[in-house]
C-alpha cells in the first residue's frame, strides 16, 4: 500500500485577489461606506437701476441676492459616527463668466476634515469665519444685498485663507465654534487670526456672539465683535444685530465704528418680504455715520426657482461713502458725502 502524498494547500492567485475583501472584511479593516460626490449650485442674476452721485446707471450683476456658484461637497462614513466631510466651491458672474472671489477657482470654501456624532466638526483649508457665520445668523436673509451690516461690515474678515475650524455639537441649547488662522509669515505673526463664537437656541429664540482679532500689521491688530438675537413668532421674524471695529490706526485712517442692524421677514405664502434698517457711526473722525433702509420681496415660483424684487437707500454724512454691495461684489465707487439708492429687479435658481 503506497503511502498517501499531501501536498501543501495552494489557493489559486486570481482566486485569492477575489475572497481577499471577504477575509478583511472579517478582520473588521474592510473600507468605510463611500458616498458620490454631490454636485450643487446656485444661479442669480438681475438687473440694478442705481444712483451713486454720478447719474443713474442701469446693469446686469451676478449674485445680487445670493452669490452665484456651483460646488463639491460629500463625505465618507468612517464609523463609530465619524465622517471624512470636503466641500469645493466656486463662485462666478453670470454676466460676464468670469471667476468671483478674485478669479480664485475655489474661491468660496475650500476644506477637508472630519465630523463625529459626540465631538463636533472640524475642517481645515479656505473658510467663512466664524464671525461670518454670526453675522449671518442675525442678519435676516444672511448678509446679503439688502443687509444694513453687508454695507458697513469689513469684508476681509468673511473668508479665510489657511485656516482651522471647529463646530462643537448643541449641548443643552448652547454650541460654540472656533477658528484660527495662520498668517504663514516666518517670524512674524502678522495675518494671524483667532475667532471665536458661542450661539443659544430655545424654541423660536436664538441668541450668539463672535470676536474675531487680527493681526494686520505689525502695529496694528484689529478686534471685531458682534452680538445678535433672532425670535420667530411665526407670522414674522425679527432680528438685532450690534457690531464693533476697533484699529490702532491714527484718526485720519482709522477704520473704527459702531454698527447695528434691525431686520424683519414676513412670509406671504409660499413668498417673503424683507425689511433692514442699520446705522454706522464712524469713531475717529466726523460727520463719517451712515444709515441704510431696505426692502425686498421675493416671489416663489418653485422649490427651485423665485423671483425678487427689491429698493435700497444708504445716507452718508459728509465722510462717509457706503455703497450698495450685493452678496458677492462690491457696489459702486461713492465720492464722500453722495447719498446711494439702487432698485434691483431678478431671478435665483438653484440646482
Same mark, same amino acid.
Given at each position: ?10 489557493? $489559486? ?16 479593516? *474592510? ?5 458620490? $460626490? ?28 445670493? *452669490? ?77 444685498? *439688502?443687509?444694513?451690516?453687508? /454695507? ?16 462643537? $455639537? ?37 441668541? *450668539? ?67 433692514? /434698517? ?18 425686498? /420681496? ?12 427689491? /429698493? ?40
Amino acid at each position: 500500500m503506497h503511502p498517501v502524498r499531501t501536498r501543501p494547500f495552494q489557493l $489559486p492567485l486570481a482566486h485569492a485577489w477575489r475572497t481577499l475583501p471577504v477575509f478583511v472584511s472579517l478582520l473588521g479593516l *474592510g473600507a468605510a461606506s463611500h458616498a458620490e $460626490p454631490t454636485l450643487y449650485g446656485l444661479i442669480d442674476v438681475g438687473l440694478a437701476s442705481t444712483d451713486a452721485g454720478l447719474g443713474r446707471l442701469t446693469s446686469l450683476d451676478s449674485g445680487v441676492v445670493l *452669490g452665484s456658484r456651483f460646488g463639491l461637497r460629500g463625505d465618507e462614513d468612517l464609523g463609530g459616527g465619524s465622517k471624512a466631510v470636503y466641500t469645493l466651491e466656486n463662485g462666478f458672474n453670470v454676466d460676464t463668466g468670469a471667476q468671483g472671489q478674485g478669479g480664485l477657482l475655489f474661491g468660496r470654501q475650500a476644506f477637508v476634515g472630519f465630523t463625529n456624532d459626540s465631538y463636533g466638526r472640524i475642517t481645515m483649508g479656505r473658510h467663512y469665519s466664524v464671525f461670518h457665520t454670526t453675522l449671518a445668523t442675525y442678519s435676516l436673509g444672511g448678509l446679503v444685498w *439688502g443687509n444694513a451690516l453687508n /454695507y458697513f461690515r469689513d469684508g476681509s474678515i468673511l473668508r479665510l485663507d489657511n485656516s482651522i475650524r471647529y463646530e462643537s $455639537p448643541q449641548f443643552y441649547g448652547f454650541s460654540s465654534k472656533l477658528m484660527v488662522a495662520l498668517g504663514e509669515q516666518a517670524g512674524s505673526s502678522v495675518g494671524n487670526v483667532f475667532n471665536p463664537s458661542i450661539d443659544y437656541r430655545n424654541g423660536a429664540f436664538q441668541a *450668539g456672539a463672535s470676536t474675531l482679532q487680527r493681526r494686520k500689521l505689525a502695529g496694528n491688530d484689529e478686534r471685531f465683535n458682534t452680538l445678535g438675537a433672532s425670535y420667530d413668532a411665526g407670522w414674522i421674524k425679527l432680528a438685532a444685530l450690534a457690531y464693533t471695529q476697533r484699529d490702532q490706526l491714527p484718526a485720519a485712517t482709522s477704520l473704527a465704528r459702531n454698527a447695528f442692524e434691525l431686520s424683519a421677514t414676513l412670509p406671504v405664502g409660499t413668498n417673503a418680504v424683507w425689511l433692514s /434698517y442699520g446705522q454706522d457711526h464712524g469713531k475717529a473722525r466726523a460727520q463719517s455715520d451712515a444709515s441704510a433702509f431696505s426692502a425686498r /420681496y421675493d416671489y416663489t415660483l418653485s422649490k427651485r426657482t423665485r423671483l425678487y424684487a427689491g /429698493y435700497s437707500l444708504i445716507h452718508n454724512q459728509a465722510n462717509a461713502n457706503f455703497s450698495i454691495n450685493s452678496s458677492s461684489n462690491a457696489g459702486p465707487t461713492v465720492t464722500l458725502g453722495h447719498n446711494v439708492n439702487q432698485a434691483v429687479l431678478g431671478m435665483l435658481h438653484s440646482f
